[in-house]
């Protein structure tokens, strides 16, 4: 029985969250692309200390004129990084830098543009406002306010905010070991001779750069530089069965691609079910029908169909929510938006269709979305040319012109 893609999509992200990895400690800079596993709270206020936000003079805001002009001493010069013993005094002042502690006595900092110097003598003039181009301690956070919460993937802002948090280390979700195995007699490998009905094994590197970027550990076919990050099996049952006991072996996710529809050639749901257990088998999607979700001796397995396609809109929708739900990530599906069709589409079928498209602004300001022409499901470039995928939902046959879809962000990495 098939599944609707809501209902794939919860059995495996059911059943990803219930495997959760285990936490390491790791260095700050290696951490970017990796799931925090615990809260990341504040230690003390940030910023730590009083400090000029601007190039300019502190002063004290009751001495400020509040017409005409007043003349200020000019006791020191206070850089980023230093502290002054110094306390400052009525008409006094000091030449300050941005990011330098503000002195004892001083709350507001006139911006030098904003200052006649004579010799010693800082002039200031009317309308400056007291309390003004400081930045007080504690005004971005109170120490113990929460910075960065478990479950976030961690990129590269987040990585700036833990470190000015003092955090050197961070402890995150471990990253899946993953192996690839491609399938099918008639795929050769770039750099070889193709001919007669033989056509060049894609999949297997598309599939390795996507696994990659959603955070698993690839495992080699060997371990030579220019190794591949995947395996590729002919449509033979014997050795496609200990293809897939070693990667399972080796490997806490399996990815298969081709070989799982109901073809003769097609051997996967019989291995599976011979090997191990079957989740479920056909989800009411297309492109990507004959999607399996199963496991063989505790590895997690998918098999996505062979059409290039097929398999990239699968693994979004699929494949990349469970690697991120082992990974302990809050965040498991791309933010949808809404978005009008621009032209009336149609189907036949009463499965949810993924169609391509492309982003477009409306003459109002409002998205719209242009499904496009090149939908084949061995289209690579279609799919390269798409923003987003087109949510045409199961039950509609007629989606009209002016009509607001769902449409997903597709992920090229
Ligand atoms: P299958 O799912 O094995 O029936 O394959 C469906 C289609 O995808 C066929 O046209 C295959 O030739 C093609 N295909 C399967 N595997 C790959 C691959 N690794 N790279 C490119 N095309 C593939
Ligand atoms: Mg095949």
Not at 59 to 72: Q, T
Not at 210 to 217: F, K, P, V
Request: glycine share 10%.
């Amino acid at each position: 029985m098939s599944l609707s893609l809501e209902e794939a999509q919860q059995r495996v992200v059911s059943i990803c969250k219930s495997r959760q990895l285990a936490i390491d400690t790791i260095p700050l800079q290696v951490a970017v692309g990796r799931v925090l596993a615990e809260d990341a709270h504040a230690s003390d206020d940030i910023p730590a200390f009083d400090n000029s936000a601007m190039d300019g003079f502190a002063v004290r805001g009751e001495d400020l004129p509040c017409e005409g002009e007043a003349r200020f001493q000019v006791m020191e010069t206070l850089l980023a990084g230093h502290v002054t013993q110094r306390v400052l005094g009525v008409g006094q002042c000091m030449r300050i830098m941005t990011g330098a502690r503000m002195p004892n006595g001083a709350d507001t900092v006139v911006i030098k543009e904003r200052v006649r110097v004579e010799a010693n003598i800082a002039v200031i003039g009317a309308g400056e406002r007291q309390g003004s181009n400081v930045r007080p301690r504690g005004e971005e956070m109170l120490a113990g306010q929460l910075a960065v919460g478990r479950g976030q993937r961690i990129r590269a802002t987040h990585a700036s905010l833990l470190a000015s948090l003092g955090m050197d280390r961070v402890r995150v979700f471990r990253q899946p070991r993953a192996s690839i195995i491609s399938t099918g007699d008639e795929l050769v490998m770039p750099g070889q001779s193709c001919s007669g009905a033989q056509i060049y094994n894609s999949n297997g590197f598309g599939l390795a750069a996507l696994l990659g970027g959603a955070g698993a550990q690839l495992d080699r076919a060997d371990e030579s530089p220019d190794g591949l990050p995947f395996r590729h099996v002919a449509d033979d049952r014997e050795q496609l069965r200990c293809a897939l006991l070693d990667a399972a072996r080796a490997s806490e996710v399996v990815i298969t691609s081709g070989g799982v529809s109901a073809g003769e050639a097609d051997h996967l749901p019989g291995l599976v079910r011979e090997l191990g257990q079957v989740h479920f088998w056909k989800v009411r999607l297309r492109p990507g029908m004959p999607f399996l979700f199963g496991e063989i001796e505790g590895a997690l397995l998918f098999c996505l169909p062979g059409n290039p396609v097929s398999s990239l809109v699968t693994f979004q929708s699929l494949v990349r929510p469970a690697l991120r739900a082992l990974q302990g990530d809050r965040e498991l599906h791309p933010r949808w938006l809404n978005a009008r069709l621009v032209a009336p589409v149609r189907k036949q079928h009463q499965r949810t269709e993924m169609l391509r498209g492309s982003l477009e602004s409306g003459e109002d300001g409002t998205l719209n979305v242009r499904v496009s022409s090149r939908q084949g499901s061995a289209m690579i470039s279609g799919m390269l040319a798409a923003d987003v995928l087109v949510e045409f939902p199961e039950s509609a046959q007629t989606l009209d012109a002016g009509q607001v879809v769902r449409v997903f962000p597709i992920q090229h990495d």
